[in-house]
């Protein structure tokens, strides 16, 4: 199957890009928004390939593009050219497998390597040498942590955690959580790739350009999601 366009919908966005000859063209970010999209959608009966861990968001999407006139299919697991090595591949989320599915694609022979993606939760995997999917680690991403400060303390604000960061130590309550959320994510990645002992790290999410800076020696693919999907919509009827 060549789709013309993929699409990725996450817990806060929904990404898509078009494809021509094997390649993706510039990735789309947009809102839960059926005038953004409007605005964003090539015109024509096109072929799209969607991918989702919000059921219902995909839902939506799918009817909407369906009532403009194109053809729509979802993924499912079962879909992905992946060998996976966990206890329910069925309930281990399609946005890390498609990462997985992406990663193969660039390793070599024996080459193992870790894929941080980076979002409301932070996902840290593992594909070994033999490129299996391997599970990984679950954490939550800078914004939930900012709202799980605010929410279940007394005083404590609702940050947002941009650069550049302000200096430490932080002089006041404000800077001193974006600091500390900035650099538990940060060291959280760290620590899990030290221990799986793999040099190759691809970093994707929305929160990578946030975390990019610190995270130098990886390899930033904000399309990796997308990629995913397109590499697995290829070897569909």
């Known amino acids: 199957m060549s789709p013309d366009m993929v699409a990725d919908v996450g817990n806060t966005r929904i990404k898509w890009c078009a494809c021509r000859a094997g390649l993706l063209g510039s990735m789309v970010s947009l809102?839960?928004?059926?005038?953004?999209?409007?605005?964003?959608?090539?015109?024509?009966?096109?072929?799209?390939?969607l991918a989702s861990v919000r059921p219902e968001r995909s839902e939506r999407l799918r009817r909407w593009l369906e009532q403009r006139g194109d053809r729509v299919r979802?993924?499912?697991v079962t879909d992905l050219p992946l060998s996976m090595d966990v206890e329910f591949p069925a309930r281990t989320g399609i946005d890390r497998l498609l990462n997985a599915v992406a990663a193969v694609?660039?390793?070599?022979?024996?080459e193992a390597a870790v894929v941080?993606?980076?979002?409301?939760?932070?996902t840290v995997d593992l594909v070994d040498g033999c490129h299996v999917f391997r599970g990984g680690t679950i954490f939550p991403g800078i914004d939930l942590m900012a709202e799980a400060l605010h929410r279940y303390t007394a005083f404590l604000p609702r940050v947002t955690v941009t650069l550049p960061l302000p200096p430490v130590p932080a002089?006041?309550?404000?800077?001193?959580?974006?600091?500390?959320?900035?650099?538990?994510?940060?060291?959280?990645?760290?620590?899990?790739?030290?221990?799986y002992g793999v040099r190759r790290v691809f970093l994707t999410g929305g929160q990578a350009a946030v975390l990019a800076p610190a995270l130098s020696d990886y390899e930033w693919w904000p399309e990796m999601t997308l990629m995913g999907i397109h590499r697995s919509a290829e070897g569909l009827p």
């Not at 941080?116 to 932070?122: L, M, N, P, T």
Request: aromatic share 4%; proline share 5%; no cysteine.
């Open 116 to 122: 941080v993606d980076a979002g409301s939760a932070v």
């Open 74 to 76: 979802l993924l499912t």
């Open 105 to 110: 694609s660039r390793l070599d022979s024996g």
């Open 171 to 195: 002089r006041s309550t404000i800077p001193a959580i974006q600091q500390g959320i900035y650099r538990a994510v940060v060291g959280g990645i760290k620590e899990i790739v030290a221990v």
């Open 31 to 49: 809102p839960e928004d059926e005038n953004e999209w409007a605005k964003a959608a090539p015109l024509g009966a096109l072929t799209w390939v």
